[in-house]
Structures are given as structure tokens and as C-alpha cells.
């Protein structure tokens, strides 16, 4: 057994941490004070696929893919990527971008197998791509082709007359691919001229938010990845015999760290179903159900459960916790290692953590984790607008740099503006050039970081980084629409959301439902604003532009009368009724004042759809909360999203109710 496969610990070695502590003190300044700068401990140099195949030589009828009923070992896997790549044949080349429309399964998992085989860059779209953003990306980008289901694939590759299918044999059973299993195939159709290709050493390659409206990719190197596994196989004791999660959104690029880390550590993966993602109380069953004993999750959908007594029968030791602002610290109950997690696409998944345990010193203590220290391989450095490092207990910009570092995007310009050379003093080993993260942190006298906020107009929304103006751009794709300016304003509660003003084109008379159903095709769910007010223009600040100020303020205080939903608790007497309200039963009272919270706008009726509202998967498994909360029932997401309106909502809680009255219920 190589060194490689030792893993005798579930956290870094004793001279790890202590090399990590020694290299974060290094730089001072000329009065000797300490600068905000930290480097991770010495990365080590492992390949990614080659660990896989390592597994497959050591173990092959171990369980690789986990999914319900249904198992997948180690052979299985090899001996189907072996199929897709002969199915693919010469048309998918080394270097050769491929969207994948796949969701959390063990078809995503063979398919991300061949590929890395093949030499081509991995492009995760997630299993629902809005067809019109999925087709700009195919237009600013070398993809030869997609693979996925062709309902979901846009219309350039579901035609005959400009595209070529090949049907791929992937497994079809699982509980997130239904009949699409058995349906999946590689979409190949003529790139847009002046398309770019990926670079050379490209592994994978993910989308963030792009200001021109447009999604912009980001391309990562085999070696990033490679160095980010090793040190979270180490710091999660991840093995053979484990269960490792598959549940982030496959369109984020967490999703590559939970399924490259199952892959290359001889443990198995469990794709979560996809209403487990909906509901945080449905989560922790299906942790139990499932075994799972490592597990990533965005902080929104995690937050929640730490507001509740935590389940003593999970065998789940490390949650690894990251995407948004961690507000509280784990409870003493809780049984589970809880890592919180911070980095951008740009820096390869992960750049800094903090681990939390129930016998730390203040565990359930409400107030912000730090988001901790760099790991192997990343340098983080905290500078003024100039580029110095400031002195620790300063505020200033993250700057990243190290072997974690992405290639740079796809576009050339954006990545000489992003990614720039560091400031010669002080010297910074192995990191020559630095990425610019827009977040505003202050290191303390340890080398933790502390997340501040957003230095820009980017936001992030339910753990997913946000630009603004790719909001107002997809919005401004309809004809019907003249412009629109997005903002986001915080919920009494401290929630961001989006607010979308839209200024209809001259005798257009948009209404709000559609307008949200056709963003929808451009943007990721987290995007799409969860309020859209028609104006007839906007308030202007003293330069002549749109005073963005103005509109948050007005956004805040309009919905301060209506106090915001948490986790912990709704009332009855939340929000004020109105005479249309008077009529109503109940139920729909508890319903209605629960989504005018949860979305902070009065104006909401029984007749409103929840999705239609701007109801995002997050916003949905606190209002299930709140719901059983105050009415003791359990509704799922899916009960919850197939109901016509509110109306119905309320009707199926009063459904609930009678049956638990009846004799014999």
C-alpha cells in the first residue's frame, strides 16, 4: 500500500498544522506587525483519475455508487466509462470541451469517469440547463457536444438538420434519473464562430455569473483538484467503507470535491434524491436512511438544522459546510465534525476553513464562525485598494493565489483583469499571481479570517454568487421589457433577495408571471428575483444614474412591516391581514402569512403560485418548516410545488388535519 492510501487520521497531521502555523506569521511589516497574509501547508502532488484507477485495480467489486437499491462497484463504473467512451469514439478529443446535462447519479458518475479519460474538460450544466442559457454557452464556447436527455437540450441539438446524436449506454436506474436514464445521449452540433476552447491542461471547467449577462467558465487543472482531495481525504478520514455524499446542484463546482473525493478514496457515493435538497428535516432522514458519514451542503439548507435538536443516530462524522455566511456555530449535541468552508470557482472549490466541534468553547453561540485558514496549497493575503497587504485586524480585500488557483477563465481579457501579479513585497512563495475576490475579510492575529461582505455589486443568493446585472440582462431578452434594474436588499431577518424594477417597452404591458417564467430559461434558480415590480422609471442620484440606494432602502422598508420567516420561528400573528383576506380559512391564513414573510411582500394572495412568486428551493424548505411548525403538518417539497396556488397548499394542510382527527388515523 502506498502512502497514498494511509489514512490513519481524520484531520491533518500534528507537522501540517504546525507548518500552517508557522508559515502564517511569517510576513511583518517595517514595524514588525504582522501582515494579513497565510499560506496552507505544502501541497502534495496526487492525480486525480490515476487514484481512481487505483481503486479499481485494488478493490474493483467494492461500492462505488450507492443509490438506494441499486449498487455500482469499482468494475461497474470502469467497465461502463469503457462503453461511453467507445459510444463517443474519435468525435470527443483530449482537450475538447462537453456540456453535461446530467443530475446526481450513476450515470453523472460514469460519465465524469469517461471523460477524464478521454482527455476532454468536464462542463457541468445540471439536469434542467435553462435552454436559452444553455444555448449562449454553446454559442461563447468550443462545446462539441452535450450529453443528457434531449427534452432538456436546446433546440440547435435536438434538431436533425443541425445536430448528430449518439445514445450513450449509461446506468438508467437511480432515484434522480427516472426514464431519462435510458434516453441520454451526446448532442454534437457546430460550435458558434470564434467559440472558445478550454486551455491545454484543463480537468473540468464550471460557470459563475457573468455582468455582460452571459455566463462566464472558469477552467481548473487535474493538479488543483488533485491537491484540494488530498486534504480533504486526510481532514474527513475519508476511506474505504465510507459513504460519501453526492447532493450539491451538479451545475456548482462543490459537486466535483464530493464526487472526485468518493472516487479517489476506495469510499462510496450516495447521490442524494432530489427533494433532499428541497427540505432540510428530510435531509438528516435520508443522512440516516442512506449511512452517509461525510456529506457537503450549502449553508442555508445546514444552518436550519443547527436551530434543532440534532439526531443522535446519524453515523455522519464530518459536514462540510460552505456557499454562503455562516451565522451561527454548531450546538454541543451535535454529533458531527461541522467544517465551515469559503472559496470561489476561481480557487478551486475550497480556500479556507474553520473545523467546529460540540467540544469547542462556545458551541450554539449565535454569532458568525470565522471562515478560517488556507489549505495546502493557498495562499490568502488581505489588501488595501492598492494591492498591499494591510496589517492583521484590518479590513481589506481576500486577494488568493497558490497552486489552488484556477487556469483563468475561458475569455482571455477577464482573466488579465481578475487574476494579477502580487505586490513585490512581501514575497510570496509559489504564488505569482493573485486572484481578486471582491470579499471583504479582516485576519486576526492566528491567521483565521473573518468574512466581512461583498466589496462590489455581486451578491450571493442561497450560497450561489450573483451578479446583478446578469439579472437585468435576462429580463431585458424580452421584448416586452425596456429595462430593468435588480437589487438586493436584506430581509428584517438579514436574508439577501432579489427585487427585480422593470420599466416595460413603450405600450407593453408585461405581467410579473411571465416575466419570471422567462428568466427562468436564462438564469440558475438561485437568480431569479423572488419579487418583480413594474415602474415607470427610476429614482437618479446626483451623477444622472440609477440610485440603486435609493431602491434597496425602498425595497427594506417596504417590507419591514412584514416581519421575515426564520428557521426558528413564525407566528400566527406575523403579518397584518387585509379586507381580502377576511373570507379566508385557517389554513390559508397560516400559508398566506408565511410566504408574505418568507418573500417580504404583502401583496401576495391565495391565488399566487409559490414558483411563479420567485420561490427558490431554499425559500421552500423554511416555509415547510414554518408550516409544520405552526400546523404540526409535514408537507414535502414536491407536495408543495405541484400545488396549482397557495389556495391548494392550504386545502392539502386542511386535508392533513381531518385525516389525523379521524378515528383509527
Known amino acids: ?295 457537503v451542503g450549502a449553508t442555508p439548507m445546514i444552518e436550519p438544522l443547527l ?42 472549490v475550497v480556500t479556507t476553513t474553520h473545523a467546529m466541534t460540540a467540544g469547542d468553547a462556545c458551541p450554539g453561540e449565535q454569532t458568525p464562525p470565522p471562515i478560517g485558514t488556507p489549505v495546502p496549497g493557498a495562499t490568502v493575503v488581505v489588501t488595501d485598494g492598492e494591492g498591499h497587504a494591510v496589517p492583521r485586524g484590518t479590513a481589506g480585500e481576500l486577494r488568493i493565489g497558490g497552486s489552488c488557483l484556477a487556469l483563468g477563465y475561458l475569455d482571455p481579457e477577464l482573466t488579465a483583469h481578475r487574476f494579477t501579479a502580487p505586490h513585490p513585497t512581501p514575497e510570496l512563495p509559489g504564488a505569482d499571481r493573485l486572484y481578486r475576490t471582491g470579499d471583504r475579510v479582516r485576519m486576526a492575529a492566528d491567521g483565521s479570517l473573518e468574512f466581512l461582505g461583498r466589496l462590489d455589486d455581486q451578491v450571493k443568493i442561497s450560497g450561489v454568487r450573483i451578479e446583478p446585472a446578469e439579472v437585468e440582462a435576462a429580463f431585458e431578452q424580452d421584448p416586452s421589457v425596456r429595462s430593468a434594474v435588480v437589487i438586493a436588499p436584506r430581509t428584517p431577518d438579514g436574508q439577501t433577495r432579489l427585487v427585480a424594477y422593470v420599466r416595460p417597452a413603450e405600450g407593453a404591458t408585461p405581467g410579473t408571471s411571465a416575466l419570471l417564467a422567462a428568466v427562468r430559461a436564462w438564469l440558475p434558480e438561485q437568480a431569479v428575483p423572488s419579487d418583480v415590480r413594474i415602474v415607470t422609471g427610476y429614482p437618479l442620484d446626483a451623477n444622472g444614474k440609477v440610485d440603486r440606494a435609493a431602491l434597496a432602502q425602498r425595497a427594506e422598508t417596504e417590507a419591514a412591516g412584514t416581519p421575515a420567516i426564520t428557521a426558528a420561528a413564525v407566528t400566527a400573528e406575523a403579518a397584518p391581514l387585509t379586507d381580502a383576506d377576511a373570507d379566508a380559512t385557517p389554513e390559508e391564513l397560516l400559508v398566506l402569512r408565511a410566504v408574505r414573510d418568507l418573500l417580504s411582500r404583502p401583496s401576495i394572495t391565495l391565488s399566487d403560485n409559490f414558483t411563479d412568486l420567485g420561490g427558490t428551493s431554499v425559500q421552500a424548505a423554511r416555509l415547510l418548516t414554518a408550516i409544520e411548525r405552526e400546523s404540526s403538518v409535514r408537507l414535502r417539497a414536491p407536495q408543495l410545488l405541484r400545488q396549482p396556488d397557495l389556495r391548494a397548499v392550504a386545502a392539502l394542510i386542511d386535508q392533513r388535519r381531518t385525516g389525523a382527527r379521524q378515528p383509527g388515523a
Open 307 to 348: 436551530d434543532r435538536p440534532w439526531p443522535q443516530d446519524l453515523v455522519l462524522r464530518h459536514l462540510v459546510v460552505g456557499g454562503d455566511r455562516m451565522r451561527r456555530r454548531p450546538a454541543g449535541d451535535v454529533t458531527a465534525t461541522v467544517h465551515n468552508a469559503y472559496g470561489p470557482a476561481e480557487a478551486t
Open 1 to 295: 500500500m502506498t502512502e497514498t492510501f494511509d489514512l490513519p487520521s481524520n484531520t491533518l497531521t500534528d507537522q501540517a498544522a504546525s507548518d500552517r502555523a508557522t508559515r502564517s506569521a511569517t510576513a511583518t511589516a517595517n514595524g514588525g506587525a504582522a501582515l494579513s497574509v497565510a499560506h496552507g501547508a505544502a501541497p502534495a502532488t496526487t492525480g486525480v483519475l490515476a487514484l481512481f484507477e487505483e481503486w479499481v485495480r485494488r478493490a474493483p467489486q467494492a461500492p462505488a455508487v450507492i443509490d438506494g437499491a441499486h449498487t455500482w462497484t469499482y468494475r461497474d463504473v470502469d467497465v461502463a466509462a469503457t462503453e461511453v467512451i467507445a459510444s463517443l469514439g474519435d468525435r470527443v478529443r483530449p482537450g475538447d470541451l462537453v456540456g453535461v446535462c446530467l443530475d446526481r447519479s450513476a450515470a453523472l458518475v460514469v460519465t465524469a469517469v469517461a471523460l477524464a479519460r478521454i482527455g476532454a474538460v468536464y462542463l457541468p450544466l445540471g439536469p434542467r440547463p435553462g435552454p436559452r442559457r444553455t444555448e449562449a454557452v454553446t454559442e461563447d464556447l468550443n462545446v462539441v457536444c452535450l450529453i443528457g436527455d434531449p427534452k432538456v437540450l436546446p433546440p440547435r441539438h435536438q434538431s436533425a438538420d443541425t445536430a448528430d446524436h449518439a445514445a450513450l449506454p449509461l446506468p438508467a436506474e437511480g432515484a434522480n434519473t427516472g426514464d431519462s436514464g435510458a434516453t441520454v445521449i451526446a448532442a454534437f452540433a457546430t460550435p458558434g464562430a470564434g467559440a472558445r476552447r478550454a486551455p491545454g491542461e484543463a480537468f473540468y471547467a464550471v460557470l459563475t455569473s457573468g455582468s455582460t449577462g452571459r455566463p462566464k467558465a472558469v477552467a481548473v487543472a487535474e493538479a488543483a483538484l488533485g491537491t484540494l482531495l488530498d486534504w480533504y481525504r486526510r481532514e474527513m478520514g475519508l476511506g474505504p467503507g465510507d459513504r460519501q455524499s453526492l447532493l450539491i446542484g451538479v451545475a456548482f463546482d462543490p459537486h466535483l470535491m464530493e464526487l472526485w473525493a468518493g472516487l479517489t478514496s476506495g469510499a462510496a457515493l450516495v447521490p442524494a434524491p432530489d427533494d433532499v435538497r428541497w427540505d432540510s428535516a428530510v435531509l438528516t432522514d435520508w443522512w440516516r436512511d442512506a449511512q452517509v458519514t461525510v456529506s
